[in-house]
């Protein structure tokens, strides 16, 4: 399961987080009775499901009836005890129909009693059966997702609804929408449309037998064995998955899908999309070989099963899903030639692709233990990219990760491997994700490269086809590195929160004085074991000092010689926690012109901003706008447009060089948008230039800045690009728009609105509330705020309830009436975190 939705929600939340925050954690010896904000309730212990059965293969014939929303399902299930004797067998199954169940002896049925509560079927035994004995069973049913949707609610972020069977059709909405079917087992809805023992600790090789109209292609785990046409006009297609694989990743899809194909070595690699993207697929998807590739070589564990697919369906209820053999991405991962210039899901297709081996071959025994899914997930992320395109992209993507991280520990901080959860719900956070990729990255750091992936191929061999815990990962890398890292995993996997660090250092005769305090809440939060780098920064030359930092308060003592013009704490850039260290304006610029890594120089930069008109400053930043690494770039050319002493016109010429020259989309576009804050009319020349780039992002970004210049052909240039749907261009429009007051506009935003349900909704959604706020027509006014008022209450996606209930806010302060309405709206908020913001806006 991918943290792509996690991660949208965080990018709009997120205000003002960072690594170099500057936030001094409180201090608990002011109360005794001070308990910090981030504290979670003590929830009961819950362990991996105990094993009573385990089923060894599992057969399913299905055919669905789509007016009805339902599936016909024949499920053939072979089964034992799976260590002590039992005498009633006991399957999840959520709210079916059963026709009949029938033991089967050979070629013979006999029809058996059984009882069943809407969640569990229960068939008593006429006599125990030991873990010797095998049984079948022949289970006829109907599926009915719908029914179970009525009677249960999900909330969480990864992962939107949990009815496990999703029947796509055209709507009033969206009169064009193909008719898909499609499933989504994670982490316990597979039981929505097939008997079993939906749990992650159990394992079953599967058999399925797919029957519907010829016209519409299916896939599933394994590989296709056969297709048979039926006198009705349907066929069968007979899909086999023969090495064992837990419930949840169990799937099937069925549409009207353009199916391209590929291969890696001797593996068919197939990419199933809508028709109109047939031609794109290599350009999504293309990667993919050489990622398998990758990731083999990088594992020293060949990619293990039978195939790899791709399929994007629409209305998917999370960002993509880890199916073995056949992952599902959600419908924005289709684009077209052009948007890939400027955006692709490439890391999402890298964390679906190695959850191959981590939570498909290898598997969490039970949520709690996620991580050893998730975690390995995210950093393949950081992997794919370190590789393909350099260290600084991959420590940009890490810097993100921590960022989601700490706003997210703002008001929950636990442990990445934790019993005492809320829910399975619970443990899809930026936990398990974000935050456990980057603790893998401190690990590879700690062990050494050979190392860590010597110890992750032991780890897969080892346990291959079985389920895990935390302790089979860490026994892994005492296997193969001879050293006892409880301390590690104790301090990282098993306890809360993350070491802040206030680092201070003088010299003295000839003497380096470093100071290290660890001002954590150690009350809640472990005092921390950090084996740390120090980088010593000479003229020509650099030292490294390794430390290891265990105590509250520690000073550290280097006999240097030569003046020290810049240092690094934590030089290798690794370490998940805030570190707060008081340098000199000139240390600072010293450690962007010697500083290798990506985050080093940011650190810099992000300092300096405040410090424009010292001396050498802006010239550090006019240096950073040739920078190897395009946000480094960007950073410094947002940066030196508010330089109040320098010279305005080099900034410009800096601006409009960067706008038609930079080798970066993004940069190049930023630099556009920073040239028409000011109305530049000299650069009508680029802007037009770029309203015709291949790239969206410098077409729109040229068009809002030729809009803003009030040019006389401003209509006429808005309808070159009104019936484009790429939301760069639509969010441009939608920001242009929001300063009109004509009734016209409202339409349109709300047409947007219903057209878009994907990550941009939410600021096409805060154009239209400032539209609305703007409007001195009370009429209108108040049509618009209560359409918001709808959008926040019932739309289906989280952000976009968020932005409307924004967007209702600043209205109320206009028109108080509105006020009780944000209570009406947090009351019937269903998302946690959602919630959670809304009580602390009280």
């Known amino acids: ?44 212990y819950k362990p991996s499901r105990t094993r009573e059965i385990d089923i060894l293969h599992t057969k399913l014939e299905v055919n669905f009836d789509w007016k009805a929303k339902t599936m016909n399902g024949k499920a053939t299930l072979t089964l034992k005890p799976y260590y002590y004797p039992i005498d009633t067998i006991k399957i999840d199954a959520k709210s079916f129909i059963i026709n009949k ?44 997702p719908e029914v179970y949707k009525k009677t249960n609610t999900v909330s969480g972020i990864a992962i939107t609804d949990d009815k496990g069977l999703y029947f796509i059709v055209p709507d009033s909405l969206n009169p064009d929408k193909p008719y898909q079917i499609w499933t989504q087992g994670e982490p316990e809805s597979s039981s929505c449309w097939f008997p079993t023992i939906d749990s992650p600790n159990e394992k079953s090789t599967q058999e399925m037998y797919i029957t519907v109209d010829k016209k519409y292609k299916t896939l599933s785990n394994g590989e296709l064995v056969y297709s048979t046409e039926n006198q009705d006009g349907t066929r069968t297609d007979y899909w086999k998955q023969t090495l064992p694989h837990a419930p949840y990743l169990f799937m099937l899809a069925i549409g009207d899908f353009a199916i391209i194909k590929d ?57 993509a899903m880890e199916n073995t053999s056949a992952t599902v991405f959600m419908e924005q991962v289709q684009r077209t030639d052009r948007e890939l210039l400027d955006m692709s899901y490439e890391s999402v297709l890298a964390h679906e692709l190695f959850h191959h081996w981590f939570g498909d071959l290898v598997t969490c025994e039970s949520w709690a233990n996620l991580p ?78 050979e190392a860590f992936f010597e110890s992750l191929s032991l780890y897969l061999k080892t346990n291959a086809y079985k389920t895990v815990e935390i302790h089979n990962l860490r026994l892994a890398f005492e296997e193969t590195t001879g050293e006892d890292l409880n301390w590690f995993f104790n301090q990282w996997f098993l306890s809360p929160g993350h070491p802040v660090l206030y680092v201070n250092h003088m010299v003295e005769n000839s003497k380096l004085k470093l100071t290290v305090n660890q001002a954590q809440d150690s009350v809640y939060t472990p005092i921390y074991k950090l084996p740390i780098t120090v980088s010593l ?115 410009t010429l800096i601006l409009a060089n960067k706008a038609e020259f930079d080798k970066n989309k993004t940069v190049k576009a930023t630099a556009i948008a920073l040239l028409a804050e000011k109305k530049r009319q000299n650069y009508v020349s680029i802007y037009e230039k770029g309203m015709q780039d291949s790239s969206y992002q410098m077409a729109a970004k040229s068009l809002l800045a030729y809009l803003k210049l009030d040019a006389n052909n401003a209509t006429e240039k808005i309808k070159q690009f009104e019936n484009e749907k790429n939301m760069e261009i639509v969010l441009a429009l939608a920001e242009y728009y929001s300063a009109k007051k004509d009734s016209i506009y409202a339409a349109w935003y709300s047409n947007k609105i219903k057209e878009n349900n994907g990550e941009n909704i939410y600021s096409l959604i805060q154009h239209y509330g400032t539209y609305t706020s703007k409007q001195k027509d009370t009429t209108l006014q108040k049509k618009c705020a209560n359409e918001l008022v709808v959008l926040a209450k019932t739309h289906k996606s989280p952000w976009a309830r968020y932005a409307a209930y924004q967007c209702v806010t600043q209205i109320s302060v206009i028109d108080t009436t509105y006020k009780p309405i944000l209570k009406e709206i947090a009351k019937g908020e269903t998302h946690e975190r959602l919630k959670q913001i809304y009580d602390d806006a009280k």
């Open 1 to 44: 399961m991918n943290k792509i939705l996690i991660a949208f929600l965080t990018l709009y939340l997120l205000v003002g987080c960072s690594i170099f925050k500057k936030k001094k954690e409180v201090d608990t010896s002011e109360s005794e009775n001070y308990v910090p904000n981030w504290v979670q309730p003590k929830y009961t």
């Open 372 to 449: 050893l899914n998730e975690s390995f997930a995210d950093y393949s992320e950081y992997l794919w990219e370190e590789y393909k395109y350099g260290k600084d992209a991959a420590d940009y993507l890490r810097q993100n990760s921590l960022d989601q991280y700490f706003w997210e520990a703002e008001s929950k901080r636990v442990p990445l491997i934790r019993y005492r959860n809320k829910d399975i719900e619970d443990m899809f956070d930026s936990h398990s994700y974000a935050k456990g990729g980057t603790i893998l990255h401190m690990l590879r750091n700690y062990v050494g490269d």
């Open 101 to 144: 169940i029938e033991i089967l002896n050979g070629t013979e049925k006999s029809k058996v009693d059984f009882k069943y509560d809407n969640k569990k079927i229960s068939i008593p035994l006429s006599k125990k059966l030991t873990k010797d004995d095998k049984i079948t069973y022949f289970i006829d049913y109907v599926a009915q």
């Open 263 to 319: 291969k890696w070595r001797n593996i068919d690699v197939n990419y199933y999309v809508e028709p109109k993207f047939e031609k794109h697929a290599k350009k999504i998807f293309g990667n993919t070989p050489e990622m398998i590739e990758f990731y083999s070589k990088k594992l020293n564990y060949p990619y293990p099963w039978a195939k790899y697919s791709s399929i994007v369906v629409r209305d998917y209820v999370s960002g």
């Open 537 to 651: 920064y000479f003229a020509g030359k650099k030292e490294d000092k390794n430390i290891v930092i265990n105590q509250a308060n520690q000073q550290f003592e280097f006999d240097i010689s030569g003046n020290l013009e810049a240092i690094n704490f934590d030089s290798k850039a690794q370490l998940t926690g805030k570190i707060s260290h008081i340098k000199s304006t000139q240390e600072f610029i010293n450690q962007y012109y010697k500083s290798e890594k990506y985050l080093h120089k940011y650190e810099a930069l992000y300092d300096l901003r405040s410090k424009l008109d010292s001396a050498g400053v802006f010239d550090v930043f006019v240096k950073a706008t040739e920078d190897g690494f395009w946000k480094l770039r960007e950073m410094a050319l947002e940066t030196i447009v508010s330089a109040k002493k320098q010279d305005t016109a080099k900034v």
